[in-house]
């Protein structure tokens, strides 16, 4: 398996997916991949939503603007933030942001794709995966991850800007 540095720089958003299905085994490997993320205060406010249902799937298409790759993507996973969870108040997007990123980073490992689909603070895209999947007032989706083989191929980015970086002081 790759290293986490090879990992980090040469994972891309994957929007085509082959038809295969991802095993459970690897789906459990992505939501543990997830819940090691570091949290505020260490409260992991998080929940996840595993969604293969191919019905729940298409309808998502409908309620997002950006998500077209959910009519072919096998599986899609919701990371929910639970905002009574926090005791420090306003981080469950930043706890949240940590599990989506390693779970992205361990589908690419693993041999997967995957693409972050930005639900919070859209709040039409809340209230519709609300409907969708059931989801309790208390329990705010932030995205929904699309996964699946890759049935596309992406060069690795180039993004390293030194001009971005500052020394002691701006
Ligand atoms: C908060 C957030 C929301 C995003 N929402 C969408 C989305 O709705 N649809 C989509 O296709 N990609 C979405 N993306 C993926 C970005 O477009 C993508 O990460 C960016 O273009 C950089 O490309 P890369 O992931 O291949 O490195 C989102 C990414 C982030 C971090």
Sequence with gaps: MM???EAILTRRSIR???SQVVSDDLITQLLKAAMYAPSAGNQQPWHFIVVKDRAFLDEITKIHPYAQMLNEAPLAIAICGDIEKQIHEGYWVQDCSAATENLLLAAHA???GGVWLGAH???ERVAGLRKILHIPDKIIPLCVIAIGYPAEEKPPAERFFPER???DKW
Excluded: Q, T, W, Y
């Design 16 to 18: 085509k997916f082959k």
């Design 121 to 123: 603070p859209r709040e």
């Design 165 to 167: 970086i500052h020394h």
């Design 3 to 5: 290293d986490a540095m």
């Design 110 to 112: 693993l041999g997967l």
